[in-house]
């Protein structure tokens, strides 16, 4: 007789998880790996496929030095199922702060 948990564990659930991390690391094009990147480096781990392409997501507006912090991460199952792309990049003065910007495209390629 099987219980609920292993009903659970049977499944395989289609997860994406999309997000501004504020994590570096070199398995995503940064050049550097921090704490942040190493916690996000042991979720691929667990299952998940990093959709991003190694463009950069975010331009620091002092010192035009460029990171992938914005990432997007699917299970197997999904993974195929979308494309992704950096289209826009924008540094924007609100008052004395500068904020910086980045449009991502994230495609459905198959509606199966």
């Avoid at 991390?21 to 942040?36: E, I, P, Q, Y």
């Avoid at 991460?73 to 008052?95: C, E, N």
Wanted: overall charge negative; proline content about 3%.
């Amino acid at each position: 007789m099987f219980s609920r948990a292993d009903c659970f564990h049977a499944a395989t659930p289609a997860i994406l998880l999309l997000g501004d991390f504020n994590a570096h690391s070199s398995l995503w094009g940064c050049s550097k790996t921090d704490v942040r990147g190493k916690l996000v480096g042991d979720l691929l781990e667990h299952n998940l496929s990093l959709l991003n392409d190694g463009s950069y997501t975010y331009l620091h507006p002092a010192t035009g030095s460029s990171s992938a912090i914005d990432l997007s991460m699917a299970t197997p199952s999904l993974y195929l199922d979308f494309s992704w792309l950096v289209i826009a990049y924008g540094v924007a003065q609100k008052l004395m702060f500068v904020e910086s910007w980045s449009v991502i495209s994230l495609n459905i390629t198959c509606l199966c």
